[in-house]
């Protein structure tokens, strides 16, 4: 979808109410079933009219939210993980530079280079300092 595309009060609730006719909404393609997720979830904003680049930013706020919570719960002893790794060069190569987990794995990826085993309060420890 165009980034500047206007969505309009109207068109969130046609998306909705096409998601809810199960055999519709079961017959579109990804790219379609993306347009009515973006489409619906316009109205979460509050405002209208709204633009995609407006849904994908809020996106981005709800996932940047949902990661700082995850890490917050992780323990102080936990240790970081070659999953936690594969994670993070993931989100790298998908374009996520400055998200929470991006920024707390960057540090990890620094001072894994040290060669110790990391903990995660290794991590919190040394984000402090920066």
């Known amino acids: 979808m165009n ?3 206007k969505i309009c009060e109207q068109e969130s609730r046609e998306a909705f109410q096409l998601w809810l006719d199960e055999g519709k909404y079961a017959s579109l393609t990804e790219e379609k ?3 009515i997720a973006v489409l619906m979830d316009a109205e ?3 405002r209208w009219p709204v633009t995609v ?3 994908y930013d809020f996106w981005q706020q709800e996932n940047h939210e949902h990661e700082r919570k995850r890490i917050a719960i992780w323990l102080d002893e936990g240790r970081i993980s070659a999953y936690d790794f594969s994670r993070y060069e993931q989100q790298l190569a998908d374009g996520d530079t400055d998200g929470p987990f ?3 794995m960057r540090v990890a990826a620094d001072l ?5 085993q990391l903990t ?3 991590v919190r420890a040394e984000m402090r300092k920066r």
């Open 3 to 5: 980034p500047d595309y």
């Open 33 to 35: 079933k993306h347009t």
């Open 44 to 46: 979460k904003l509050g």
């Open 53 to 55: 680049q407006d849904v």
């Open 102 to 104: 991006v920024s707390f």
């Open 112 to 116: 894994k280079k040290s060669g110790k």
């Open 120 to 122: 995660v309060g290794d």
